[in-house]
């Protein structure tokens, strides 16, 4: 039989946190939204893209891609604030959308909020489960 020691936990000295932000995370059901979002990766790469812009966001890069012939899309935008991820199930009208951004410049909770504002609305669901997460 092994001896084990008990190790007692240190606290770590206190450490100023300069990277909060704001993580709105989206499981949209009932998705009544134009085709192309769900099964076009070209075409919803170039939305997002587009919402990042108007939202004032950075773009990194991008990479989305299409499962095929009536599958979804599974998308990225890496942006200078941080990401947006989406997931598309057409077969169930099911969307995943993730936004997350840092805060360590600026405040990006409002351009945040927009973007994922802009692409609830164009996805249209009709049960959207949202949630905002602070992050710190």
């Known amino acids: 039989m092994k001896n084990y ?10 450490v100023q946190r300069h990277a909060t932000g ?6 949209l059901y009932g ?4 085709s192309r ?22 773009t990194v890069g991008s990479l989305f891609h299409s499962f095929g012939e009536g599958g979804g899309v599974t998308g990225a935008v890496v942006l200078a604030e941080s990401h947006l991820a989406i997931h598309t199930w057409p077969e169930a009208g099911y969307v995943t959308l993730d936004v997350y951004v840092c805060n360590y410049t600026e405040n990006n909770r409002p351009k945040a909020q927009k973007l994922f504002d802009d692409l609830l609305a164009a996805f249209k669901p009709g049960d959207p489960h949202l949630h905002s997460v602070d992050r710190a």
Do not use: K, W
């Open 5 to 14: 020691q008990s190790v007692v936990p240190i606290a770590p000295p206190a």
């Open 22 to 27: 704001l993580h709105l995370i989206g499981d």
């Open 31 to 34: 998705c009544l939204c134009d």
């Open 37 to 58: 979002l769900m099964l076009d990766a070209a075409y919803l790469e170039n939305f997002c893209r587009q919402r990042v812009d108007e939202a004032g966001l950075t």
